[in-house]
Every structure is written in structure tokens, then in C-alpha cells.
């Protein structure tokens, strides 16, 4: 473990699998705190809490739905309550639910938006309340590369992520004064569970547009995330890092 995000607090939304996962173990290895939030996923949670305590770290999980206001406002006031604050918000708590235009339901839409962006929007309000009465805090959106290039079958998926980067900078223009830094990651193709199930055909096409030549590791999109949430990006807020391989460049 090293001692560069000792003392702070941090709650990672979707943090029992995949990238929400990864995200969590890094944070813990470099000294935070870490809330483990999930909705769904409780033993992977618990497996996650275990694993960072192991390693001799601080960790809790917390279920909450985070497209829900009032969950969203429970959640924050529990932490506040026993941990004093949150210093570092990562929300990256997301869903697909794939389909061309014309075949795609107005229900598959807005899950989609609730879960990406709405739950994204009612973190950073309750969390930017609670950092402005320190006057410091960072937070992280993961959007995606999508919401950068579009992809077609993915319309709902891209809006959502499109929209996470919007609110990124937007909330990164009002918060600054405060010494709350916002920025976001987009991920290229990791292997997730939502890649798990692609076929070998299509993972190698995705593989032969990366310049670099394989998938991202969840541990790549981590690192990204700690960079940001520590003292070393200081001076960097309302940007999108593309941690993707140069596969959108």
C-alpha cells in the first residue's frame, strides 16, 4: 500500500464488479477508504471489502440504488455520519440494454439514462454539497468512448455517456471556486463482464482498431481514476481522459 490517498474517503458507485471493482482495490492500495456501493451484486461487494481488508486496508459495502433520490440522500448522510465526509466520488455505476433505434423500447431507453445518468447526476449533487463545506473534493464519472464516437445498436448507451461528459465539465464550471475538482474517464473495450459475452470474431475486430493491440484491463481504467483523484492532478478538472489504446484518437 502506499500512503498517497491516506486519510480520505472514498465511495465508488457499481463497485463490486469489473471496473467498479478495480477502481475500489486501487484506491484502498493507495490508502483510502473505500465504500463499496451496489444495488444488486452483494456477495461480490462483500468480496471486494474482504480483499482490501486482507491487504490491510479500510473498506464497507452499501447497498443503494443510485438512480434513486432519496436512497442517494441516505446513502451520503450514513457515510457522512460515520466516516465525517467523502473526499472522492467515482460514480460508476452503469447498464446497456443494446438495440437498433427501431427495435428499442422506450423502457430500455430510460433504464438505460436512469441508471447512467441520473444516478451520475444525483451523486455529484449530494456529494458537491458535502465537499463544499470542506472546500475540496474530487470526483470521477466514468462515461465511455462511446459517448465520444457513438456506436450504432447503442443509442440509449451513447446518450448516457454523451450526457456524463456534459454534466462533467459543466459541474466542473460551477464547483471549481469551491476546490472541488470534476473530471471524467472513458474506457475503451475492456474485458468486463458486459465483454465476457461477445464473440471471439467480434473481439478481434475490436482488437485490430486499437493501436495498441489488446483490450484494456480494468486495472488500466483504475490507475486512471487514482491519477485523478489524487493530490497529482491537483490542476486538472473538466476534462475526459480516454483510456482506450488510441482506438478514438
Request: glycine share 10%.
Given at each position: 500500500?502506499?500512503?498517497?490517498?491516506?486519510?480520505?474517503?472514498?465511495?465508488?458507485?457499481?463497485?463490486?464488479?469489473g471496473?467498479?471493482?478495480?477502481i475500489?482495490?486501487?484506491?484502498?492500495?493507495?490508502?483510502?477508504?473505500?465504500?463499496?456501493?451496489?444495488?444488486s451484486?452483494?456477495?461480490?461487494a462483500?468480496?471486494?471489502?474482504t480483499?482490501?481488508?486482507?491487504?490491510?486496508?479500510?473498506?464497507?459495502?452499501?447497498?443503494?440504488?443510485?438512480?434513486?433520490?432519496?436512497?442517494?440522500?441516505?446513502?451520503?448522510?450514513?457515510?457522512?455520519?460515520?466516516?465525517?465526509?467523502?473526499?472522492?466520488?467515482?460514480?460508476?455505476?452503469?447498464?446497456?440494454?443494446?438495440?437498433?433505434?427501431?427495435?428499442?423500447?422506450?423502457?430500455?431507453?430510460?433504464?438505460?439514462?436512469?441508471?447512467?445518468?441520473?444516478?451520475?447526476?444525483?451523486?455529484?449533487?449530494?456529494?458537491?454539497?458535502?465537499?463544499?463545506?470542506?472546500?475540496?473534493?474530487?470526483?470521477?464519472?466514468?462515461?465511455?468512448?462511446?459517448g465520444?464516437?457513438?456506436?450504432?445498436?447503442?443509442?440509449?448507451?451513447?446518450?448516457?455517456?454523451?450526457?456524463?461528459?456534459?454534466?462533467?465539465?459543466?459541474?466542473?464550471k460551477?464547483?471549481?471556486?469551491?476546490?472541488?475538482?470534476?473530471?471524467?474517464?472513458?474506457?475503451?473495450?475492456?474485458?468486463?463482464?458486459?465483454?465476457?459475452?461477445?464473440?471471439?470474431?467480434?473481439?478481434?475486430?475490436?482488437?485490430?482498431?486499437?493501436?495498441?493491440?489488446?483490450?484494456?484491463?480494468?486495472?488500466?481504467?483504475?490507475?486512471?481514476?487514482?491519477?485523478?483523484?489524487?493530490?497529482?492532478?491537483?490542476?486538472?478538472?473538466?476534462?475526459?481522459?480516454?483510456?482506450?489504446?488510441?482506438?478514438?484518437?
Amino acid at each position: 500500500m502506499t500512503a498517497q490517498l491516506e486519510d480520505k474517503i472514498a465511495l465508488v458507485t457499481g463497485g463490486g464488479r469489473g471496473i467498479g471493482r478495480a477502481i475500489c482495490l486501487e484506491l484502498a492500495a493507495r490508502g483510502a477508504t473505500v465504500i463499496v456501493n451496489y444495488k444488486s451484486s452483494a456477495a461480490a461487494a462483500a468480496e471486494v471489502v474482504t480483499q482490501i481488508k486482507a491487504a490491510g486496508g479500510l473498506a464497507k459495502s452499501l447497498q443503494t440504488d443510485v438512480s434513486d433520490a432519496d436512497q442517494v440522500a441516505a446513502m451520503f448522510k450514513a457515510i457522512v455520519s460515520e466516516f465525517g465526509t467523502v473526499d472522492i466520488l467515482v460514480n460508476n455505476a452503469g447498464m446497456t440494454r443494446d438495440n437498433v433505434i427501431m427495435m428499442m423500447k422506450p423502457a430500455d431507453f430510460d433504464v438505460v439514462i436512469e441508471t447512467n445518468l441520473r444516478s451520475c447526476w444525483l451523486c455529484c449533487k449530494t456529494a458537491a454539497r458535502t465537499m463544499m463545506r470542506k472546500r475540496k473534493g474530487s470526483i470521477i464519472n466514468i462515461t465511455s468512448v462511446v459517448g465520444i464516437a457513438g456506436n450504432g445498436g447503442q443509442t440509449n448507451y451513447a446518450a448516457s455517456k454523451a450526457g456524463i461528459i456534459g454534466l462533467t465539465k459543466s459541474l466542473a464550471k460551477e464547483v471549481a471556486a469551491r476546490g472541488i475538482r470534476v473530471n471524467a474517464v472513458a474506457p475503451g473495450f475492456v474485458e468486463t463482464d458486459m465483454t465476457a459475452d461477445l464473440t471471439d470474431d467480434i473481439k478481434e475486430k475490436a482488437i485490430e482498431a486499437i493501436p495498441l493491440g489488446r483490450m484494456g484491463a480494468p486495472e488500466d481504467i483504475a490507475k486512471a481514476v487514482a491519477f485523478l483523484a489524487s493530490d497529482d492532478a491537483a490542476y486538472i478538472t473538466g476534462q475526459t481522459l480516454v483510456v482506450d489504446g488510441g482506438m478514438v484518437m
